[in-house]
């Protein structure tokens, strides 16, 4: 198992996300996450939004430690996870805004892009994203503000 806290993991993704999804899957099982995988199941076509919200619903009701969503670029499963409230979805490419997205935003869910991340850099991506820390002090003020905002 990896050091960080997250022990359950949300997973998503459409077609474009599903063979990288897969792969990320396996190599958290085996490092000892728990996996609740909300779909889709293959490379047939469905629609992003419908999977990006599942997980990040699950997330966002504590069901799960954390979320990670996959599609062809990242960008459509963020743009929707981030609906959710109480969800704090990043987009990441690479490893280091994985890391500041933790430290500064206590991102709760994570979302690659299989047609631009290959598996390897997906991996590291996802494992310095579970190790990293929220940092708290003036960050955890930020993403109160952030919670805040949604509220008024």
């Avoid at 995988?37 to 999977?51: A, I, L, M, N, Q």
């Avoid at 069901?63 to 459509?76: F, T």
């Avoid at 892009?113 to 708290?136: D, F, K, S």
Wanted: glycine letters at 10%; charged letters at 25%; proline letters at 2%.
């Amino acid at each position: 198992m990896m050091t960080g806290t997250p022990k359950k993991i949300s997973m998503g993704c459409d077609h474009a996300g599903y063979n990288l999804k897969k792969y990320l899957a396996e190599k958290l099982a085996a490092a000892g996450y728990e996996i609740v995988d909300v779909g889709t199941d293959s490379t047939d076509r469905v629609d992003y939004p419908v999977y990006g919200r599942e997980a990040a619903e699950k997330v966002a009701a504590g069901v799960c430690d954390r979320g990670i969503l996959v599609c062809g670029s990242g960008v459509g499963m963020s743009i929707s996870a981030n609906k959710v409230r109480g969800v704090r979805a990043v987009l990441c490419n690479e490893p280091f805004t994985a890391k500041l997205s933790r430290e500064h935003n206590d991102s709760n869910v994570l979302c690659v892009g299989e047609r631009l991340t290959g598996t390897e850099m997906a991996w590291e991506i996802v494992e310095t994203w579970l190790n990293t820390e929220h940092l708290g002090g003036r960050h955890a003020q930020r993403v109160a503000m952030i919670e805040t905002e949604i509220d008024e």
